[in-house]
């Protein structure tokens, strides 16, 4: 049986997002997995009105994650100094259905350090953000409520479907 890999991250929001996904899904079947890209659904006409679309969206997604084996994650910093909320969500929720995870970041380092390297206009004192918080000291990339139920990978979506392959396929009889 072919895996089928719920592709979540912020892709979606690119200018050429659909050819992103069309590259992702490319790249899963290189690794023998089947892609499968939020914005594979197209949305049924008659749907304009922002929350109703924003609902469709949601439940279109939820059912892609129901159809998916496991997940790859985006999970680099998104319009700030935190992982997209929505591909946030996916991962929890894959993670409450026993799904693997694996999630893929560009650098390596604890959170705070990533911080620090790419935003460091949102670190205070060491170990505090901006706003006097404490910045979380695990050693983890990103919050452990993502870290700790995914396989994290420094890297790209191609690292991470190496990983995943090694991971997730069956080894051969014999």
């Avoid at 679309?53 to 935190?82: P, S």
């Avoid at 694996?102 to 790419?118: I, M």
């Amino acid at each position: 049986m072919t895996l089928r890999i719920y592709l979540a991250g912020p892709g979606v929001f690119r200018h050429d997002a659909i050819e992103q996904g069309q590259r992702l899904k490319a790249l899963c079947a290189e690794f023998g997995f089947i892609g499968l890209y939020p914005l594979d659904k197209q949305v049924p006409n008659g749907i304009e009105a922002p929350r109703e679309l924003a609902a469709w969206i949601y439940r279109a997604n939820l059912e892609l994650l129901g159809q998916a084996d496991a997940v790859l994650a985006d999970l680099n910093f998104f319009r700030g100094g935190e992982p997209d909320s929505g591909t946030s969500f996916e991962v929890g929720y894959a993670a409450a259905q026993g799904k693997p995870i694996y999630g893929y970041l560009d650098g390596q380092g604890s959170y705070a350090e990533r911080l620090q390297r790419q935003h460091p206009q949102l670190c205070g004192m060491p170990g505090l953000d901006c706003d006097g918080l404490q910045l979380e000291a695990f050693d983890l990339p990103v919050n452990l409520m993502l870290a700790v139920p995914a396989t994290l990978i420094c890297g790209g979506p191609r690292e991470a479907l190496q990983c995943m392959a090694k991971a997730l396929r069956p080894a051969p009889l014999g």
